[in-house]
């Protein structure tokens, strides 16, 4: 078990960080860009140039979704101490979603501390 966490939505444009001090660990909970019928999670696997080809090809307008509670909730596994870094609740349903995962979780692991920026 970790004793730290930092968890961040892919908003936040990293998919890891180095010098992280001992027993901490990043995880990055990737939101979903939906461009027509094709839904593209931004995680590592994201293929950025074939996504901006359906982009510009596409008619219609393309959407984010951001992460479920259940995802923050994955993320939130093994550790004692968690921070979590979403995008602006004005902009997206990230952080409501984080806010939701964090209730749940700390029902069931009422030791763990998690604080949403």
Request: some cysteine.
């Amino acid at each position: 078990m970790s004793k730290w966490k930092i968890v961040a939505d892919s908003g936040c444009d990293y998919r890891q960080l180095a010098n992280l001090a001992p027993d901490t660990e990043f995880i990055s909970v990737p939101l979903t860009i939906q461009v027509g019928e094709q839904a593209f999670v931004d995680d590592a696997s994201l293929d950025i140039d074939h996504m901006m080809e359906v982009m510009e090809a596409s008619k219609s307008a393309a959407g984010s979704a951001c992460p479920s509670p259940q995802a923050y909730q994955a993320a939130f596994v093994g550790a004692e101490n968690i921070i979590v870094v979403t995008i602006t609740g004005g902009l997206s349903g990230s952080f409501n979603a984080a806010r939701v995962a964090r209730d749940m979780y700390i029902e069931e692991h009422p030791n763990v501390n998690i604080h949403l920026i």
